[in-house]
């Protein structure tokens, strides 16, 4: 099987009349309820389960170990090998697998910006799989269709299982890259995020060779143009406060940065949706119409009508939507070079302050740690949030070595001179089980006073511990609230959990030997 290309054997496949290529989403929801895929709910959305995968399966993703890119790929337990031939045998089941079946193709892009994006091809077994995928990407124009040629590939085959024995995984769940091939294979799980993060790990791959720095954000625009950027891993508010009624919303997860500026690399946002309320999140909840997706999210048997506070399937409900749902996002999603970037932290222990100015320095160090909690539901086997260190915010999705792109955001802070802020959106006045989760207004308030720039009137003094630069007001929240010691009531314990996670960092960090003295010395202080 040569690169760009597929085998005769599957081409022949999609030449099939079973093969249903690029149906319009009114066609693909039509599909999906007449193979009893979904059913409706009152909102219009198509509403599917995934039975028992119902987040990312991490321990199950595979980069094969081709000799092209054996270098440059980080190995370890995020970057799992597998064999050329063991991907070879794989392809052939998941070929084999394919014959005389019903099929679904989605042709488009990844990338919004015309001189990076990707043209994808995604086969599917499903037809809501595939009004996923349609909603989730960059749709093409009919005439891009007619030159469209797929430069890299996902065959969703969630039917097919492996055999850990025969075909080197660790379960009956597989998700496998080939960089040479040009091709994912997804089998054993009927998670749809998968086929949207294996994208991204292509993308995050192939982007930095471009110059481009791939980023696990969401990103909006001011009416002055002024961009923002939003880390964080899933749950910890990058789609929610990235939807903002006063700016527009280039994408809500995944972005590229080149020397033209940012661009979305979907055409669709993924929402969690669990505790989704019209009051919170308006433009969420209105954006969830007919011709999304509604992922184990519970209906009321008689009305259909959603209950997003029913966790009985799982905590990881989400709504797949285009994200010209959301009034006044930007199409094509492309902006200039951002000026403030915000670090975003669920913090399980309550000790982080609620926002934080970093130096270049801290920027650096809390990029590479990437901290934040596992929310309950997002992975498999995570039922109550973990403190856990993600580099660069997003490492399950990151193929090369960290310090590729650490120091492509470095440049970038430089060159654009970007203010980068660290937020808590996670426990406040204790842990998780004791303390509360940060209030959603506050936590908008200090991320509107950091994009208009008003948080840069307060005085700032470095945490004692954590050496972030805590600011003493901010316009709309209370003052108690922004020194996290001063929300314990037992302020030893506080103490004791600051320097219990301080020593997390220390340990975590160790790992990175090559990075500067200046970098390592910014980070949390144990003793």
């Known amino acids: 099987m040569k690169a760009n290309a597929y085998t005769v054997e599957l081409n022949d496949i999609l030449q099939t009349e079973r093969v249903h290529r690029n149906l319009s989403v009114a066609e693909l929801v039509e599909a999906a309820l007449s193979r009893n895929e979904g059913i409706l709910a009152s909102s219009g959305a198509l509403r599917a389960t995934t039975g028992k995968y119902t987040g990312r399966s991490p321990k199950d993703k595979f980069i094969v ?32 697998y394919l014959k005389d079946r019903d099929l679904f193709v989605f042709d488009g892009f990844a990338g919004a910006d015309r001189n990076y994006r990707l043209p994808i091809r995604i086969v599917n077994e499903y037809a809501w799989h595939n009004l996923f995928v349609h909603q989730l990407f960059v749709r093409p124009t009919a005439e891009e269709l007619v030159e469209h040629q797929p430069k890299f590939t996902v065959i969703g085959v969630p039917g097919l299982k492996a055999d850990p024995k025969t075909d080197g995984t660790n379960s009956e769940t597989f998700i496998a890259l080939s960089f040479e091939k040009r091709v994912v294979l997804i089998g054993g799980t009927e998670y749809a995020g998968e086929m949207k993060k294996s994208i991204f790990s292509a993308l995050n791959y192939l982007l930095p060779f471009q110059d481009v720095f791939p980023m696990h954000c969401s990103a909006n625009v001011g009416e002055k143009g002024d961009v923002a950027l939003f880390f964080g891993l899933s749950g910890t508010g990058k789609t929610t406060l990235s939807a903002d009624p006063n700016r527009r919303l280039i994408g809500d997860d995944e972005h590229g940065w080149s020397d033209n500026g940012v661009f979305n690399f979907e055409g669709g946002c993924y929402a969690k949706c669990i505790g989704l309320s019209e009051e919170k999140e308006p433009q969420i909840w209105n954006a969830i119409k007919f011709g999304s997706v509604l992922e184990n999210v519970v209906l009321d048997p008689d009305t259909r009508v959603a209950d997003y506070d029913d966790n009985s399937l799982t905590e990881n409900t989400r709504a797949a939507y285009p994200i010209d749902n959301i009034p006044g996002a930007v199409i094509p999603g492309v902006a200039g070079h951002p000026e403030v970037i915000v670090f975003l932290t669920a913090d399980a222990f309550g000790v982080l302050p609620p926002i934080s100015k970093l130096t270049k320095e801290l920027a650096m160090y809390h990029f590479l740690s990437g901290y934040t909690s596992k929310l309950a539901g997002t992975e498999r086997g995570v039922t109550e949030p973990e403190a856990t260190f993600s580099t660069c915010f997003g490492s399950p999705f990151l193929p090369l070595r960290p310090s590729v792109y650490a120091e492509m955001l470095g440049r970038k802070i430089d060159r654009h001179n970007a203010k980068v802020y660290l937020v808590n959106t996670g426990w406040s006045g204790g842990p998780y089980g004791v303390g509360k989760r940060m209030n959603l207004s506050y936590t908008r308030a200090m991320v509107t006073a950091a994009i208009n720039g008003n948080i840069e009137q307060a005085s700032f003094t470095a945490d004692p511990i954590f050496g972030v630069l805590v600011p003493d007001r901010v316009e709309g929240v209370p003052s108690e609230v922004l020194n996290p010691r001063n929300t314990w009531t037992d302020k030893e314990a506080y103490d004791a959990k600051a320097r219990d996670l301080a020593s997390r960092f220390v340990k975590n960090f160790e790992k990175f030997a090559d990075v500067s003295g200046e970098i390592r010395q910014a980070g949390p202080k144990a003793e």
């Open 65 to 96: 170990d081709d000799p092209s890119v054996h270098e440059h790929v980080a190995w370890g337990p995020v970057n799992q090998p597998l064999t050329p031939e063991q991907f070879e045998r794989l392809y052939t089941k998941a070929v084999e």
